[in-house]
């Protein structure tokens, strides 16, 4: 089912402040490493994506007074859900998730690293018009298809997904390779906006 010539494995935001015991921690979060690490045993083509925000970023709660977590706001290109400080630049919540296999990337794309503007998709900030340059890679590269796996299913993952097809590209999400936020039903919205944009799903297994 894969071919190396034309398919790319996205391993989205596998960073410490996501697994068990970090800031944003999504449930199981680190259930997701063993699969990632037999994917790549698979790719020959693999890129990460990287949460890198700065102190005080605006999507933090702490910087909106009298403002908690998972409240949300207003801002310049529309509503923002605030987060617990998190992955913060050059921190140990920032890093890798240390069993995730990282040799052998050929790119990191992060994320979040304007102070004023969040990003969840790999592919285009959360304006919806700031690209990350990773669209232009793929297509310079000559990739057509991505494979897409990481944290969190209902957020980056998905905004990657559907950004992907978006940009013209197949998109495939290993769904065991995932995990959701899962507030409020968000993770089976999110499938549900991926199924409608054409994203398939598969398990690790099906390859």
């Excluded at 290109?77 to 069993?99: K, M, N, R, T």
């Excluded at 057509?144 to 997904?161: I, Q």
């Amino acid at each position: 089912m894969i071919d190396n010539t034309t398919d790319c494995l996205i391993i989205i935001d596998v960073q410490n402040d996501f697994c068990p015991g970090g800031a944003l921690e999504v449930p199981a979060g680190d259930e997701v490493v063993p699969v990632i690490n037999q994917l790549v045993e698979m790719f020959d083509h693999r890129i990460l994506t990287q949460d890198w925000h700065p102190v005080g970023h605006h999507s933090f709660a702490s910087a909106h007074a009298g403002k908690t977590p998972f409240e949300s706001v207003e801002l310049d290109y529309g509503i923002q859900v605030l987060w617990p400080d998190h992955c913060i630049q050059g921190s140990s919540g920032a890093e890798f998730h240390a069993d995730l296999e990282i040799t052998g990337a050929e790119l990191i794309i992060r994320k979040g690293f304007r102070p004023a503007l969040d990003s969840y998709s790999a592919f285009t900030e959360n304006d919806r018009t700031t690209p990350t340059g990773l669209s232009g890679y793929l297509v310079n590269r000559g990739f057509r298809r991505v494979f897409l796996v990481g944290l969190a299913t209902d957020y980056c993952v998905a905004w990657s997904a559907l950004d992907a097809r978006r940009e013209g590209f197949a998109a495939v999400l290993i769904e065991d390779g995932c995990r959701a936020i899962d507030m409020d039903g968000s993770g089976q919205a999110a499938i549900d906006r991926m199924d409608d944009a054409g994203v398939a799903r598969i398990c690790a297994a099906d390859l």
